[in-house]
C-alpha cells in the first residue's frame, strides 16, 4: 500500500485538540504521524494549501434502499454519494426490501460493503419483525451478524410494552436503540408541519406534539429500562429538544440525540408550491422549532448532525404532495449545510460543528473512527471553505435527485476523501 504525505492543510481534529495548520503522513492505510514538522518520505505528496482537513465525517442515518429497492439507491451510489460528501462511515437504516430483521439481510449488507470498499457500512437491525411493532427480532442474532444498532426507523414501536422490552434486551446485549419518535393517532393523515403553511396550502399537517409526546415516552422507558442506551433520531420540535436537555440535566447519561441538517436549517415554508422534494418525516417545521434546534446545538443538548439521506425515484417524488413519498437526499450536501447555516450564520465555530460529524457519532456508536490519532484508519475528507456552489441533485452520484437543497448556494465543498489511506474521491470523480 502506498504511502501519502498532506502537507499545508489547515486540521480540524477536535478528538484531538487539533486546529491548525500540520502536515499528515499515512502508511499502510493508517494515520502515521501529525504535526507541522514531518520529513517522512512519501510514495505521493498532496499539497493541501488552503484547504482545509479533517477525519471523515460520520453519518448516523442513511437510507441505501439495498436490498430490495435498487431503482432507488444501492450501498455502491450511497457510498459514492457518501465519498462525495466528504462522509467515511454510515449507519444504514433496516426498512430495506425484506426489512433487516434478520442475519441474512444484515450478512449481506456487510459483504456487499466489503466488496465495493468504499465507505465504512455500519447496519442497523430492526427493532421488530418487519417494522410492524408487534413481535421483537432477535436482537442478539442482528448483533452478532454485524448491525451496530436496532431501529424501527421510519416507524415508531407504538406499544409501550414492547418498546421497553426492546430496550431491556438493548441492554443486555449492549446494543443501542435508536428511536424514531412519532405517535401515530396525532399523525394521522398530516402530510406536512400542522401550522400557518399547512393552512395556506390547504394540507393535512401533523403537530409537534407528534414528535414531542413520544421523545418524553422514549425517555421514561429507557430509564425504566436501568438506562439502556437510547438515540433520539432526527429531532425536529422545540419540546423534543426540550426534554432531552431536560432529561440530561438529571443525570441520563445513556441518551444521546441527533439533529438531521434540514431542521436547522429550512423551515416549512419550503413546501409553498406543493414542493415535493420538502415533503419528508419528521416534516420541516416553523421558525420557532428551527430556532429551538439551533439553541440545542449550541448548548450541547444536541450530540450529532446526519442527513437521514432518503432518494426516491422521480416517480415517487411526481405526484401530488398528498400522494408523494417522504424523504430528501442529504449526503453530498450534509457537510456545506453545516458550513452555511450554522458556522457561516454565526452560531457556532468549525470546530464544533465538525465534532458533531466525527467524534461525537463514532462516541455514540461505539467505533474506532472520527479522529486522526496516530495509529487509526486513515479515513480523511478535504474540504474547500470558499468554494460557492448552486446543489443540482441530478448532477450527484446518488441515484435520487430529490433534494430539499436543489438551487440554493451552500459554501465549502468536499475536494478529497481518502478512505482506509487510499484516494477514493477527488475533485467530482470517484477513483477505485
Given at each position: 500500500?502506498?504511502?501519502?504525505?498532506?502537507?499545508?492543510?489547515?486540521?480540524?481534529?477536535?478528538?484531538?485538540?487539533?486546529?491548525?495548520k500540520?502536515?499528515?503522513?499515512?502508511?499502510n492505510?493508517?494515520?502515521?504521524?501529525?504535526?507541522?514538522?514531518?520529513?517522512n518520505?512519501?510514495?505521493?505528496?498532496?499539497?493541501?494549501?488552503?484547504?482545509?482537513?479533517?477525519?471523515?465525517?460520520?453519518?448516523m442515518?442513511?437510507?441505501?434502499?439495498?436490498?430490495?429497492?435498487?431503482?432507488?439507491?444501492?450501498?455502491?451510489?450511497?457510498?459514492?454519494?457518501?465519498?462525495?460528501?466528504?462522509?467515511t462511515?454510515?449507519?444504514?437504516?433496516?426498512?430495506?426490501?425484506?426489512?433487516?430483521?434478520?442475519?441474512?439481510?444484515?450478512?449481506?449488507?456487510?459483504?456487499?460493503?466489503?466488496?465495493?470498499?468504499?465507505?465504512?457500512?455500519?447496519?442497523?437491525?430492526?427493532?421488530?419483525?418487519?417494522?410492524?411493532?408487534?413481535?421483537?427480532?432477535?436482537?442478539?442474532?442482528?448483533?452478532?451478524?454485524?448491525?451496530?444498532?436496532?431501529?424501527?426507523?421510519?416507524?415508531?414501536?407504538?406499544?409501550?410494552?414492547?418498546?421497553?422490552?426492546?430496550?431491556?434486551?438493548a441492554?443486555?446485549?449492549?446494543?443501542?436503540?435508536?428511536?424514531?419518535?412519532?405517535?401515530?393517532?396525532?399523525?394521522?393523515?398530516?402530510?406536512?408541519?400542522?401550522?400557518?403553511?399547512?393552512?395556506?396550502l390547504?394540507?393535512?399537517?401533523?403537530?409537534?406534539?407528534?414528535?414531542?409526546?413520544?421523545?418524553?415516552?422514549?425517555?421514561?422507558?429507557?430509564?425504566?429500562?436501568?438506562?439502556?442506551?437510547?438515540?433520539?433520531?432526527?429531532?425536529?420540535?422545540?419540546?423534543?429538544?426540550?426534554?432531552?436537555?431536560?432529561?440530561?440535566?438529571?443525570?441520563?447519561?445513556?441518551?444521546?440525540?441527533?439533529?438531521?441538517?434540514q431542521?436547522?436549517?429550512?423551515?416549512?415554508?419550503?413546501?409553498?408550491?406543493?414542493?415535493?422534494?420538502?415533503?419528508?418525516?419528521?416534516?420541516?417545521?416553523?421558525?420557532?422549532?428551527?430556532?429551538?434546534?439551533?439553541?440545542?446545538?449550541?448548548?450541547?443538548?444536541v450530540?450529532?448532525?446526519?442527513?437521514?439521506?432518503?432518494?426516491?425515484?422521480?416517480?415517487?417524488?411526481?405526484?401530488?404532495?398528498?400522494?408523494?413519498?417522504?424523504?430528501?437526499?442529504?449526503?453530498?450536501?450534509?457537510?456545506?449545510?453545516?458550513?452555511?447555516?450554522?458556522?457561516?450564520?454565526?452560531?457556532?465555530?468549525?470546530?464544533?460543528?465538525?465534532?458533531?460529524?466525527?467524534?461525537?457519532?463514532?462516541?455514540?456508536?461505539?467505533?474506532?473512527?472520527?479522529?486522526?490519532?496516530?495509529?487509526?484508519?486513515?479515513?480523511?475528507?478535504?474540504?474547500?471553505?470558499?468554494?460557492?456552489?448552486?446543489?443540482?441533485?441530478?448532477?450527484?452520484?446518488?441515484?435520487?435527485?430529490?433534494?430539499?437543497?436543489?438551487?440554493?448556494?451552500?459554501t465549502?465543498?468536499?475536494?478529497?476523501?481518502?478512505?482506509?489511506?487510499?484516494?477514493?474521491?477527488?475533485?467530482?470523480?470517484?477513483?477505485?
Amino acid at each position: 500500500m502506498t504511502s501519502i504525505l498532506i502537507k499545508n492543510a489547515h486540521v480540524i481534529d477536535p478528538f484531538n485538540k487539533i486546529n491548525g495548520k500540520c502536515h499528515i503522513f499515512i502508511q499502510n492505510g493508517k494515520i502515521a504521524a501529525v504535526g507541522k514538522d514531518i520529513s517522512n518520505k512519501a510514495d505521493q505528496e498532496i499539497d493541501a494549501r488552503g484547504l482545509t482537513l479533517t477525519p471523515g465525517l460520520i453519518d448516523m442515518q442513511v437510507h441505501f434502499r439495498e436490498p430490495g429497492r435498487e431503482d432507488k439507491e444501492t450501498i455502491e451510489t450511497g457510498a459514492q454519494a457518501c465519498l462525495a460528501g466528504g462522509i467515511t462511515s454510515a449507519v444504514a437504516m433496516p426498512n430495506t426490501t425484506p426489512a433487516a430483521d434478520n442475519q441474512t439481510v444484515i450478512e449481506f449488507m456487510v459483504n456487499r460493503a466489503a466488496e465495493i470498499d468504499l465507505i465504512n457500512l455500519y447496519p442497523t437491525g430492526a427493532i421488530t419483525k418487519g417494522q410492524d411493532g408487534a413481535q421483537l427480532s432477535e436482537i442478539n442474532e442482528l448483533k452478532n451478524a454485524g448491525a451496530i444498532a436496532i431501529t424501527d426507523d421510519g416507524y415508531d414501536v407504538q406499544d409501550e410494552g414492547v418498546l421497553r422490552r426492546a430496550l431491556e434486551y438493548a441492554k443486555t446485549t449492549n446494543m443501542l436503540l435508536m428511536s424514531h419518535c412519532e405517535t401515530n393517532s396525532l399523525t394521522g393523515d398530516g402530510v406536512m408541519h400542522e401550522g400557518w403553511v399547512s393552512t395556506q396550502l390547504g394540507l393535512a399537517g401533523t403537530p409537534a406534539e407528534s414528535e414531542t409526546l413520544a421523545v418524553h415516552k422514549n425517555i421514561m422507558l429507557a430509564n425504566m429500562a436501568g438506562d439502556a442506551r437510547l438515540h433520539l433520531l432526527h429531532n425536529s420540535t422545540a419540546g423534543a429538544i426540550t426534554a432531552i436537555r431536560a432529561a440530561k440535566k438529571l443525570g441520563q447519561k445513556n441518551l444521546t440525540a441527533e439533529v438531521s441538517v434540514q431542521h436547522f436549517s429550512l423551515t416549512d415554508e419550503e413546501c409553498f408550491g406543493y414542493n415535493t422534494n420538502a415533503k419528508m418525516y419528521p416534516p420541516l417545521r416553523s421558525k420557532e422549532h428551527v430556532d429551538a434546534i439551533i439553541a440545542g446545538i449550541k448548548d450541547g443538548t444536541v450530540d450529532a448532525l446526519t442527513t437521514d439521506h432518503a432518494p426516491h425515484t422521480l416517480s415517487d417524488k411526481q405526484k401530488p404532495f398528498a400522494d408523494a413519498a417522504m424523504g430528501s437526499t442529504g449526503v453530498e450536501t450534509s457537510f456545506a449545510v453545516m458550513n452555511t447555516y450554522l458556522v457561516e450564520a454565526g452560531h457556532i465555530d468549525l470546530n464544533h460543528g465538525i465534532s458533531l460529524m466525527t467524534n461525537k457519532p463514532a462516541e455514540i456508536l461505539g467505533i474506532d473512527k472520527g479522529t486522526l490519532s496516530v495509529g487509526a484508519d486513515a479515513d480523511i475528507a478535504l474540504f474547500n471553505l470558499n468554494h460557492k456552489w448552486a446543489v443540482d441533485g441530478t448532477k450527484g452520484f446518488s441515484k435520487g435527485h430529490n433534494c430539499v437543497f436543489n438551487g440554493k448556494e451552500l459554501t465549502g465543498k468536499c475536494v478529497m476523501t481518502i478512505h482506509n489511506g487510499a484516494i477514493k474521491y477527488r475533485d467530482g470523480e470517484i477513483l477505485v
